[in-house]
């Protein structure tokens, strides 16, 4: 393999992995040490260290000791790195000049405002090219929803998690109280990562955990007047801004995309 290749190869592993690639984000706004970046993410402080590691030897982070603490951030040369890889990308999915039918492929992504007609046949040829066409756009939806509800939640001091557990809670009512095991079955996230968002929500005062009088080992978890707040406010946000495309659509084509998109979960196999 050539040294281009090699670096691309670390890249791609790196950012492989969803932990990874949050643990990147999240220094990409500001340095971090270890303990830190694991009261972000829903996995262990060693599990955090071990993927410190492959992102440093990917040439993706860099690390400095300040007293007893190692302080990890994002390396300058990155960006060249990142680029390389994005470049990559391109050059497996752009249509190679000269060729017309390439050129002719319907499909255009658009993503940051940018449009740029990709030869979806290159990605995978066992497909329709409108198919593939159709999941990326899905997938950049997503990305960018998640994105948005991360940069609002942040300004609350909170990350997605933690943001989507204060939602649960206020969907089920103000007053209502409920198990972490209820909880997790009311949300998207799992009962191993909403205990210690739990923690930190709790420290903060928007949620507090009574014990149940019949069982005093069962715990009950209940959204405070502040957490109420707090969600209410990034709720706003959401609706006023980062929903603004779904407010646009008619009540029929939101509708119809809500019973596409149903459909469409249905079919997906669960993770």
């Known amino acids: 393999m050539t040294n281009r290749s090699e670096c691309l190869q670390a890249v791609f592993v ?10 990147l984000e999240i220094l990409a ?3 971090s040490h270890v303990a830190a970046l694991a009261q972000q993410v829903p996995v262990s402080r060693s599990a955090v260290s071990q993927h410190l590691k492959v992102l440093k030897a990917a040439g993706l982070v860099q690390q ?19 680029k390389g890889l994005s470049d990559y990308a391109l050059s497996l999915v752009a249509p190679p000049p000269g060729d017309a ?8 992504l658009q993503e940051r405002g940018e449009s740029r007609a990709l030869n979806w046949s290159a990605v995978n040829d066992e497909v329709d090219a409108q198919t593939v066409s159709l999941a ?28 989507m ?13 409920c198990t972490p095991t209820e909880l997790g079955r009311h949300s998207l996230i799992s009962v191993t990562g909403i205990a210690k968002r739990l923690n930190r929500l709790e420290q903060a005062g928007l949620i507090e955990r009574t014990h149940a009088e ?12 502040a957490g109420a707040r707090t969600f209410e406010a990034i709720s706003h946000e959401q609706f006023t ?31």
């Open 14 to 23: 790196a950012l492989a992995d969803p932990t990874r690639r949050t643990l």
């Open 29 to 31: 706004q500001a340095p």
């Open 64 to 82: 400095a000791k300040r007293g007893q603490q190692r302080i990890y951030a994002v390396m300058n040369e990155s960006q060249g790195a990142l």
């Open 101 to 108: 039918d390439a050129k002719s492929a319907p499909s255009v």
């Open 136 to 163: 990326g756009r899905f997938y950049v939806a997503g990305h960018r929803m998640e994105r948005l509800l991360a940069r609002t939640a942040a300004a609350y001091q909170l990350n997605v998690g933690e943001a």
């Open 165 to 177: 557990i204060l939602g649960t809670l206020k969907r089920l009512g103000n007053d209502s109280t």
């Open 214 to 225: 019949q069982d005093r080992r069962s715990v009950k978890v209940r959204l405070t007047a």
């Open 241 to 271: 801004h980062s929903y603004v495309g779904f407010n646009a659509l008619s009540p029929t084509q939101r509708e119809g995309l809500d019973s596409v998109l149903e459909s469409l979960l249905d079919s997906l196999p669960e993770t």
